[in-house]
């Protein structure tokens, strides 16, 4: 079961559609970081939140270092985003925080910055019927879910979707319109765990739907698993042998 | 850290060479099992054995059916395995259990049977020195392990080693005497996760070594980990605008 | 571009249906073989064919000896194919022959036996759509294809699929009635490279489509290029500098 | 084989040290790319040369759309490489160029850029032996190479080196001293292919020895591929028929 005492999540938001426009409002009145905190909060994980117009958009190097895993949602407002905030906290996932992107953060630079690809895509809004079908049921980030889940409407994203080949592909979508797309992609940058979860477009209430929420705990879980020591870089002495032979 | 309560192990072993050789007796006077069993058990877990020479070879429909994680040793009697419990094993991992293969294991039924291959490596026993290092750092099948480990005397396993291409790399091994080796590669093989790890010649007290242990213990809690629903195979609906449409 | 000369290909077919089903005969009316010999003839392969019903289905010791690639078609026969041929075969992929594996060949005795899982899946025979979409557009086995080839009426197969995670996830296919498939993968095992293609049901005239026929012919090239020396595999000699320290 | 009628390599070489340094020069007194320049050469290629001093680092836009393959080599001035270069030639890899770096070239803007991670490691320089072994003998860029390469003397590197999990890990090296490193290693980025290859100190012969020349020709031929159609993205139409049904 999804769920670990002790394990941190900091949910980071852009925060702009939900003050900006009327429709998402009525969806996250209090903003997608606020209904994703609250939805993780009941699978026993201690989460705060972080905002792009908070002074260092909320995340300070205090505020990483006592993260075990960061999410990030953004959309419109991704080249507000500071350079210095996106390689600090490249820098935090290469020494072992977790980090999951939610939907359109695909297109974040803290996502392509972690790619080294253009993270491009095919999309429509057309309220479309969305399934996601686990394609690697032995991962522990489906654990409790059924075979697909489904969510009745939806933004549509095709591909083809413009990412390094994952460690682990775990969940495909299937759109009514015609496309499929690599909706649940795992993949390890230094020590950090890396989760990208397609939906959860801000007109539709997906963030409330009990197998999303499941998913991004399980994903919290998985990315907070303890790891190996942290390596040593940088110039290195041989076996004994070697140096007596010289 | 390792251990998970409520985890059912059964370690199998061949337990020829312990009972036939006095300087493997010397070393394992049990049984490897035994030092496995005992080993394991300080991680938590609820810790069985089975033997070749039992009825069944110890793997009865009962006891796998009550094995979370299946672990493998065996050597010179691969063949003796008879073939309808090597298919029993097979099914159990596909329908979820996990399976450790040990060393020698890497030529046993079971493995080829899952890999595909011949499994096949070159081999040299030479009491050389093993390095085994990490190079996935993320894994949680490290988790707790330096960066390396270190083997004083060990048998040599080079490449190539005829396997797929592993689901994730976690340790490769380097010998004095020029040679490398995939040590430590994990694969899904439908429900099932199986974990190879290299160490372990009978001459050897590798197994009563902490951090060989250790990366077992971690594989147990690995391969134990909840995962998705058992799929449905077969003859599927569509949805219901389809069926409507025609 | 497909094609090259001297890569030696040879079709299987069961050959069953083409005979016993008018529906089927009316499309190949000498056979999936024949279509698959013709069609991949045109890229300029040298092209042969065997079927179940010739002795040892056709597949000699000097058949596979002489044979760069070899393409598999087979469905409600899969039991008849003779064990030690299917052993013959799996023995010569791992020496370097090429594999591809076509549509309900995935329940094939070879298939499974290279795979080491059930390779179960859903089906309907419902004559829906099929759209195959390209996910890995750098892969020359898509060489000259559009981003999606679109199929107006086939057979669905639906995840899980119960493979190993391929090697190259190539295409993603989506059906009409709400499923997804991973319609390409790759494999390597052994020396020999395997691809399993899904479209090629045997009341459609699948393998008269160019792009279909392009996949597969840009598939024989990539499974017949030169590979790397045959390992040894044994016991082995250590570097001299540790002969010498002994 | 290897080797390709037209297909157009460029080698850029930071090109420092064979004009500061004595004991480079001696090794190679036209600089190391005038060493690929002619040793790519014989494998029938058309290549060009490219350095740091020139204008633009000799990489215009004219000249990288001119260009197939794209090698890499450079060491002690990976900062003065301008950060619009290094776009340029990500822009081009995404569409399809291929890119071979070499040895320091790990630590180059472009790699790393690339890769999303520190791209570091160990190293050591003391005329260590390196025996690089083929773990993917199926892979077409060690075709027609032996089980291992021996080079006599090079510089080491060792794990944790911090890339993402390759595509396809081809060749691990083993070091005198106690080291392994994963030393060929193949990514797809966008419609570009990627191939890192360890070997190539400054001060050895390495770029002399065939078969060091030969894994870089194959490299080239792989990367030069045929692939599919550059993918669409943005704002995408549905099936006509989910269209209608609105």
């Not at 205090?62 to 953004?74: A, C, F, P, R, S």
């Not at 491009?120 to 032995?138: H, I, Q, T």
């Not at 499941?214 to 698993?225: H, T």
Request: negative net charge.
């Amino acid at each position: 079961m999804s769920g670990s005492a002790g394990v941190k999540v900091t949910v980071w938001n852009e925060y702009r559609h939900e003050r900006n426009d009327e429709q998402v409002k009525a969806v996250y009145p209090e903003g997608i970081h606020e209904a994703l905190r609250s939805g993780l909060s009941s699978f026993g994980y201690e989460v705060g939140t972080a905002t792009l117009d908070e002074p260092e958009h909320g995340l300070t190097v205090e505020k990483l270092n006592d993260t075990d895993v960061l999410i990030w949602w953004g959309h419109q407002a991704h080249d507000e985003v500071d350079d210095a905030i996106v390689q600090r906290v490249q820098e935090r996932v290469l020494q072992g925080m977790g980090l999951i992107v939610l939907h359109s953060g695909h297109y974040s630079k803290i996502y392509k910055k972690l790619m080294g690809t253009s993270c491009a895509l095919k999309w429509r809004e057309a309220d479309e019927k969305e399934r996601l079908w686990v394609v690697k049921p032995s991962h522990p980030i489906v654990a409790g879910l059924p075979e697909y889940i489904e969510l009745e409407e939806e933004e549509m994203y095709g591909e083809h979707f413009d990412i390094p080949d994952p460690d682990d592909l775990v969940l495909v979508s299937w759109f009514e319109g015609g496309e499929v797309f690599r909706s649940g992609v795992t993949y390890s940058r230094g020590q950090g765990k890396i989760f990208y979860f397609r939906p959860g477009h801000e007109t539709y209430p997906t963030y409330y739907r009990e197998p999303v929420l499941r998913i991004i705990a399980n994903a919290v879980k998985w990315a907070a698993e303890e790891r190996g020591a942290s390596p040593y870089y940088g110039n290195a002495k041989p076996l004994e042998t070697i140096v007596a032979k010289k």
